[in-house]
């Protein structure tokens, strides 16, 4: 027998059992999850909260700083407030003023009843003409249209030391939410718009954490609500989170530029997906994620077809 023929029949041989084995790997791959590995960022729902005021000025006083706590309403900024606070000095003076010009008239409307109910039992009897009680009850009426005027005219003060208020309430900045400022922007002295909107500071609202990782458009139909995620932070893959896909958006989109990295590419057609982490997540001692921190995510998505 020639070797040529030696070699030909030696790799036939084992070659025959090579195909069986195949064949159970790839059906037992099969059984396997499969992953979806994407990237994603750390983030609250809704995301961070840009702060801004509500008229255009000077920053008069900053009153919080990076890392700070705030509750909802505290107050993180004044804005230079001192033309309304003068208008609502002369609003008040105003609304003042209409008050005690009401007094007079009432007074002089409770003489003319009273002349009135007089002259009434004098005309009844005869002892009083009758043109005398008619002065009076036209004195009357008409002291019934001032007070009427009157108090219109304290109405009309009232609306306009509450707009004056307003207006110098709208010269603070408030916090919307209870949450952390991550970013002050606001320094006093800066000039601050309305117009083309200035930012003062960056707010994560108190919020649970969350992660919100971009599928690209191949792999989104392996992902749905519910299912199983290991979420590994960028700079220390020893840890380790659990999680759960909370949320599968509904439309593809270009891949969005955030507020923490605005390089990313966004020619790339990518679905949202929203992870929540499951309870108990940061209470194994591993250290704290950050909002904006890079992770990785992996999906598993069930067995593949």
């Given at each position: ?99 005690a010009a009401l007094k007079p008239v009432e007074l002089k409307h409770a003489a003319a009843a009273r002349e009135v109910r007089r002259l009434e039992a004098l005309v009844a009897s005869k002892a009083a003409a009758a043109k005398l009680l008619d002065t009076e009850r ?168």
């Amino acid at each position: 027998m020639s070797p040529l023929v030696r070699c030909l029949l030696l790799l036939l041989a084992v070659a025959v059992p090579i195909a069986p084995i195949t064949q159970a790997a790839a059906q037992e791959a099969s059984r396997l999850p499969a992953v979806v590995v994407a990237r994603g960022l750390v983030d609250v729902d809704g995301g961070l909260i840009q702060i801004a005021a509500s008229r255009d000025g000077v920053v008069r006083e900053v009153l919080t700083e990076e890392g700070q706590s705030v509750k909802r309403d505290a107050v993180l900024a004044r804005i230079d407030d001192r033309i309304p606070k003068v208008q609502a000095s002369v609003a008040a003076a105003e609304l003042a003023q209409a008050r005690a010009a009401l007094k007079p008239v009432e007074l002089k409307h409770a003489a003319a009843a009273r002349e009135v109910r007089r002259l009434e039992a004098l005309v009844a009897s005869k002892a009083a003409a009758a043109k005398l009680l008619d002065t009076e009850r036209d004195l009357m009426a008409t002291t019934d249209a001032e007070i009427a005027h009157q108090r219109a005219a304290i109405a009309l003060a009232e609306a306009r030391l509450a707009a004056a208020e307003l207006e110098v309430e709208q010269r603070v900045v408030r916090a919307p939410l209870d949450g952390v400022i991550v970013r002050r922007l606001a320094r006093p002295g800066d000039g601050i718009s309305t117009l083309n909107v200035t930012t003062l500071f960056w707010m994560a609202p108190a919020l649970p954490l969350l992660v919100r990782a971009e599928i690209e458009e191949q792999s989104a139909s392996l992902v749905k609500e519910g299912q199983r995620v290991e979420i590994t932070p960028e700079p220390d893959e020893r840890q380790r989170f659990q999680g759960k896909v909370q949320r599968v958006g509904r439309a593809f989109a270009p891949r969005r530029t955030t507020v923490y990295d605005t390089r990313e590419r966004t020619d790339v057609r990518v679905i949202e997906v929203v992870i929540a982490f499951e309870p108990g997540s940061f209470e194994t001692g591993s250290a704290p994620l950050l909002l904006g921190q890079r992770v990785i995510v992996r999906i598993e998505s069930g067995g593949r077809s």
